[in-house]
């Protein structure tokens, strides 16, 4: 299966890690690259001697021979590449979140049911050990009925972005759509359509929401999802969620030594070891220091290619579901 990659810095650069990785088992081979910074282009090409260079995202999907294309594109950029290699015949990979208004929602949507191509959306949530844990035991009732749940992802101020384009609300959807919307999708995944939200939000002196948090009711179930980026670019990025059940309370911070513990009614506590599937020691251009998430989302992406199968975990409709309930919370305060 031959790869064109579109976006070489930031996220880029972990989707082209991992596609390294996979290519060991898997017959895929990256054949084509895009970035219009010739020093990203470089060290992407590293990993693929042989490869193609493309200034362009839209000279790829015109010219190169590939069968799917990765876009991993600043959040405005998504749709019209998308639809582009769709209507060329061509399966997509596209980072979360999948767009970043209704319009391109509905012209995502139209492009897949007119050419049939297979999309999956990197809400790479899903696909984190801890999250899987945690939706396993729900499902599962290990631990009894879930009572209620907290997530959030925090971190510093997004200097690395191309031309700053974080920091404009039409590129980015401000940190609601590019931050707060993983834990969006996995409470979607987890619990489905809110009853309710409650929204409360911090801004810029240039009215950019750089802080949220949301209150959601899930039947008898509340949730709150926070999403943070921080003033200062030095505080170091942190994921976790709680989530409170019949027997006890399951914990998760990306920072503790031991990761993922269960807290007990009677007071024990319980150190959940999980083996990950992928481990990658260093970093990546966005700092992101294990790249294992990405791998399994990734081989999953193309093991469903390659095997000719539906894509059914985080899907085209998953991804357009996750950011029309971000509109729900930006209409509630007047984005």
């Known amino acids: 299966m031959k ?12 989707h082209n890690k991992a596609l390294k990785a996979i290519s060991k088992e898997f017959d895929i081979e990256v054949v084509a690259l895009a970035d219009c910074r010739e020093d990203f282009l470089k060290k992407a090409k590293e990993l693929w001697p042989n490869s193609e260079e493309y200034t ?7 010219q190169a021979q590939v069968d799917v294309v990765h876009i991993c594109l600043p959040s405005y950029l998504h749709t019209s590449h998308a639809v582009k290699a769709m209507d060329k015949g061509l399966d997509v990979l596209i980072e979360k979140p999948v767009c970043i208004t209704e319009e391109d929602c509905k ?6 049911n007119r050419t049939g191509a297979k999309v999956m959306i990197g809400h790479v949530l899903r696909f984190f050990e801890e999250y899987k844990y945690l939706k396993n035991v729900f499902e599962s009732k290990k631990y009894g009925k879930l009572n209620a749940i907290e997530m959030g992802r925090k971190g510093g101020d997004v200097l ?3 031309e700053d384009w974080f920091h404009d609300v039409k590129k980015s959807g401000s940190v609601m759509l590019d931050l707060h ?3 969006v999708d996995f409470l979607h995944y987890l619990l489905g359509k809110p009853d309710t939200m409650e929204v409360e939000v911090d801004r810029r002196d240039n009215g950019l929401v750089h802080h949220v948090k949301t209150k959601f009711q899930y039947g008898s179930i509340p949730a709150i999802a926070e999403g943070l980026w921080d003033m200062s670019p030095s505080r170091d990025f942190e994921a976790y969620f709680q989530a409170a059940f019949d027997q006890g309370t399951l914990i998760f911070n990306s920072n503790a030594t031991s990761s993922l513990l269960f807290h007990d009614r009677e007071g024990a506590i ?3 070891t999980i ?3 992928y481990t990658h020691t260093g970093t990546t251009d966005i700092n992101i220091a ?3 998430p990405y791998y399994t989302e990734i081989k999953y992406f193309v093991e469903c290619l390659l095997d000719n199968k539906p894509i059914e975990q985080a899907t085209l409709e998953d991804g357009v579901e996750a950011v029309r309930l971000v509109f729900e919370e930006q209409r509630l305060i007047g984005e």
Request: proline share 5%.
């Open 3 to 14: 790869i064109g990659l579109i976006g070489c810095g930031g996220i880029g650069d972990t």
């Open 275 to 277: 083996e990950p599937e």
């Open 56 to 62: 362009q995202g839209f000279d790829l999907i015109d």
């Open 160 to 162: 690395w972005g191309f």
């Open 107 to 112: 012209l995502l949507l139209e492009a897949q």
């Open 270 to 272: 319980v150190p959940i």
């Open 181 to 183: 919307v993983h834990d």
């Open 290 to 292: 294990n790249i294992g």
